[in-house]
């Protein structure tokens, strides 16, 4: 069974879900005011391997991943560059999804916005006012913290605390420092929706509860997000449903930071903290084995050095899957997948799960230039399982590799067979010149793109 670390709990516990089979969950995403930047990669990641293994065990995922087009940040990016903000917002939304197909994310099953749930959030802030969990004051409504008496569950700390270790804000209508915001008055300009406490908008950690509970419904299985997220944010979201009466969700989970090499790096790189750099400069499957290869509990550092060696790993892969093809049909080997399945059951191992992944790519690998192709095929066939169980794309086909290109491996093959080893190396040298990569491999010449 699928253990996990739960926030809320401080422990590993098993993933137990409210029906057997089928997994709801959800992910806070983006509040899209910029292109997605390394940290945005990693919880997608981290959350669409999860999802992704989920699946592969044979469960449904219903999967709910929210869009935040309404926001602090959003209003002042348009407002500086004089554009509007909803279509501003829907702009930074096609980036996203652009680079999250770029990087093999699949789809939410639901993708709700924050400005489609206005009159749901609305009606939820109108409920906790009502029943005293929430108050007005002269620029919005705020949420009573103290009502919930397990406040600072997801924070890990006492409400007291936390009430002693917030900073001290000029609001002095906020009756704890604590208190957070459900509805922020308008001010002259900004983009506004009608309410009982005025025109004005939903503050950002009520969105996630209204649409998380309409999508998924009462104690729908686990939340997850950036470990950023735990505190406020979720802590708020859980709070606010607390105080509603409403089951939350059963299990927290959390992905750690992405630390980025400094100064060096940038000058060499640009802007590497962005997300389409790193996709744009190296395979782009590469941020997936990166994050693959580090516990998602783990902070990961991305560098040049890591990226490229991720891209080289790849490469080599690719050229097993290629050589694999070629194998027998057989059966995936069931115990390297037995082996795959525990790491993975044990709180995402997935280091563990890589390692396994290397280490049964490198036994097939054995037994092909052993011949012993049965084998082989089993290896393979488990290699190839758990690389699509957590989305990690194999190239089996060479893909855009020219005729002429092709042609010329197989000269070289040939050149080789009859031990013509000049004649051999200069048909490589000029396939390297052409801008390929050329590989020896137990079944003669491979060439890919460099
Ligand atoms: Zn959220």
Redesign the pocket.
């Known amino acids: 069974m699928l253990r996990l670390f739960d926030t809320a709990k401080g422990e590993v516990v098993p993933f137990e879900t409210r029906e057997p089979g089928r997994v709801s969950m959800?992910v806070?995403?983006p509040t899209v005011y910029g292109p997605p930047h390394l940290g945005h990669g990693r919880f997608s990641l981290v959350f669409d391997v999860l999802r992704r293994y989920l699946l592969w065990r044979g469960n449904d995922v219903v999967y709910v991943s929210?869009i935040?087009d309404i926001e602090d940040k959003i209003i002042a990016r348009a407002a500086e560059q004089g554009v509007d903000p909803a279509a501003f917002a829907l702009e930074q939304e096609a980036v996203w999804w652009e680079v999250m197909d770029g990087i093999g994310v699949m789809r939410p099953t639901h993708d709700p916005h924050a400005t489609a749930y206005v009159p749901e959030m609305v009606a939820l802030i109108e409920r906790l006012v009502a029943s005293g969990a929430a108050y007005e004051t002269s620029d919005g409504v705020y949420f009573r913290a103290e009502v919930v008496a397990d406040y600072g569950l997801l924070a890990r700390q006492s409400i007291d605390s936390l009430r002693a270790g917030a900073r001290v804000e000029a609001n002095e209508e906020k009756r704890s420092p604590i208190d957070f915001a459900l509805w922020k008055k308008a001010k002259p300009g900004e983009p506004s929706w009608p309410s009982p406490w005025g025109d004005g908008r939903p503050g950002?950690?009520t969105?996630?509860?209204v649409m998380?509970l309409d999508l998924l419904g009462e104690g729908f299985d686990l939340?997850g997000?950036g470990q950023d997220?735990s505190f406020p944010?979720?802590e708020n979201?859980r709070a606010q449903a607390v105080a509603d009466g409403k089951r939350f969700s059963t299990h927290w989970v959390h992905n750690g930071f992405v630390e980025v090499e400094g100064e060096k790096m940038s000058k060499s790189l640009g802007n590497f903290t962005n997300l389409s750099d790193l996709v744009a400069q190296f395979d782009p499957r590469a941020y997936r084995l990166l994050v693959l290869r580090a516990h998602y509990r783990s902070p990961i550092e991305v560098n040049v050095a890591s990226a490229s060696d991720a891209s080289a790993a790849l490469a080599r892969l690719d050229t097993f899957a290629r050589a694999a093809a070629r194998l027998p049909v057989a059966l995936p080997d069931d115990k390297v997948l037995a082996s795959f399945v525990a790491a993975m059951d044990d709180d995402l191992d997935t280091p563990a799960a890589m390692a396994l992944l290397f280490d049964t790519v490198r036994r097939a690998n054995t037994a092909i230039d052993d011949g012993r192709l049965d084998e082989a095929a089993g290896l393979a066939g488990a290699a190839q399982e758990i690389a699509r169980a957590v989305g990690l794309q194999l190239h089996a086909e060479a893909g855009e590799i020219p005729d002429d290109i092709a042609a010329l491996a197989r000269a070289r093959d040939e050149a080789r067979a009859a031990r013509d080893w000049a004649r051999a190396d200069a048909v490589r040298d000029e396939v390297q010149a052409a801008g390929y990569v050329v590989e020896d491999t137990p079944s003669g010449t491979e060439v890919r793109p460099a």
Do not use: A, D, F
Request: hydrophobic content about 20%.
């Open positions: 959800y806070c995403g929210n935040t950002w950690h969105e996630c509860v998380s939340h997000g997220l944010h979720h979201e």
